[in-house]
């Protein structure tokens, strides 16, 4: 495809409310989209940076500054270099370091021009991917995640809890917990719903043998260990009891808990996910195409935790339609053996209509796109448009 301009746009939205976690709350949501326009097609991508990053994403305006003054002009860069034609989407990572801010703007721009190839080619991003049309057209299932209450209030918890199971739109729910706020609030849920399922995520919060996850825990040097009163709840898993880098304690938690343990934040690369599972670090993984560079990154790790006998999900940053279309299409994938981080972003953020719709909601399932692309486009204000970069021409 031949490359005429890209732009970028920024925009700027609040969640309905406060999202809790063990590390801070996330209230507001600043956006990144880019739009390569080639002669044969346009494509969407969008940034998956929250605002205040976390222990190992970086902030939204650390990416953005990197987007602008050097993310697009690679891409530019290599479509000059082959005479205008823009460079495959599996190509687009490889112009980019190995770095967390270079993860994220690869990603970015990969979904977009993997966007335009699919437009071009009129192909829906399931069947590129691999995932079987039964699966594709029967839905993937969607898990909710709920954070801690702001009142922490276990009645609060179980109220939102019981919504979401009432109104059958979730077939899973992934709750927020910490030193401190973790058996109680999980054994109510787990009395409230016996047969719901459920697992924990602690954003490695809690400490081992004296190892400091330096994200302000309160728990002693050893609260981990209170982690083996969850075993009899049946959760699905803990995700990130620990801190990211020390594989070796997260494997002596995970041979000492019954409970199977994922990973999260530790997953931050291909190889670290393959480490993780030599290791014995995890029973489960969660993949998030934007931290690991990339939507076609994702596919090979999922493949390599089929191949390990690991389960896996996709995990989310608070996305709006467009990722989160994409994000559906992945999780048809084989390997990917729990619900997704995919429930409708108009339940966490405000206005999510106005950027990009999110196609195929039906009660617990979503079915990924079946048009060409992504989904459909974000229809975006001229006004949020920030810059435009015209490509070389040949």
């Known amino acids: 495809m031949r490359l005429r301009s890209i732009e970028l746009y920024r925009v700027d939205l609040a969640f ?34 929250l605002a205040d990053g976390t222990c190992v994403d970086p902030p939204f305006d650390a990416v953005w500054t990197a ?14 270099a082959r005479d205008g034609e823009l460079p495959l989407a599996a190509q687009v ?19 977009a021009v993997l966007d335009a190839e699919l437009r071009a080619s009129g192909t829906p991003l399931w069947s590129r991917l691999g995932v079987e049309e039964a699966v594709a057209t029967a839905g993937v299932p969607i898990g909710h995640l709920v954070g801690i209450p702001v009142d922490r209030s276990i009645d609060a918890l179980v109220a939102r809890v019981d919504e979401l199971v009432r109104a059958a739109r979730t077939a899973r729910v992934r709750v927020k917990i910490e030193p401190g706020w973790d058996t109680e609030p999980l054994r109510a849920l787990r009395d409230a719903f016996p047969r719901l399922v459920l697992q924990a995520d602690a954003n490695a919060s809690y400490r081992w043998n004296g190892a400091d996850p330096g ?11 209170r982690l083996v ?28 808990l019954g409970t199977p343990v994922a990973l999260d934040e530790s997953l931050t690369s291909f190889g670290r996910v393959r480490d993780a599972l030599r290791y014995g670090a995890c029973a489960v993984a969660c993949l998030k195409p934007a931290r690991l560079g990339g939507l076609l990154r994702a596919k090979a790790a999922v493949s390599v935790c089929k191949e390990s006998g690991a389960g896996a999900f996709v995990g989310g940053f608070f996305e709006t339609g467009l990722a989160r279309a994409a994000n559906a299409a992945l999780a048809g994938l084989p390997g990917f053996t729990l619900p997704g981080d ?3 972003p108009g339940e966490y953020l405000a206005q999510p209509a106005r950027v990009a719709v999110y196609p195929g909601l039906d009660g617990a399932l979503v079915r990924p796109f079946g048009g060409p692309g992504l989904a459909p486009p974000p229809s975006l204000h001229p006004d949020e448009l920030v810059r435009t970069w015209q490509a070389a021409r040949t």
């Open 16 to 49: 309905r409310s406060p999202v809790i976690t063990a590390t801070g709350a996330h209230t507001r949501r600043p956006l990144a989209f880019v739009r390569v326009v080639a002669e044969e097609a346009e494509g969407w991508g969008e940034c998956a940076a």
């Open 67 to 80: 987007l602008v003054e050097s993310g697009v002009g690679r891409l530019l860069a290599a479509s000059a």
């Open 93 to 111: 990572p490889a112009l980019f370091g190995s770095g967390a801010v270079a993860q994220f703007v690869a990603a970015t721009l990969e979904m």
């Open 215 to 225: 994200g302000g825990s309160t728990g002693s040097l050893d609260d981990a260990a």
């Open 229 to 256: 009163e969850l075993d009899g709840l049946g959760l699905s898993c803990i995700e990130q009891p620990l801190p990211p880098g020390d594989l070796a304690a997260l494997a002596q938690l995970a041979a000492r």
């Open 342 to 344: 995919l429930s409708d």
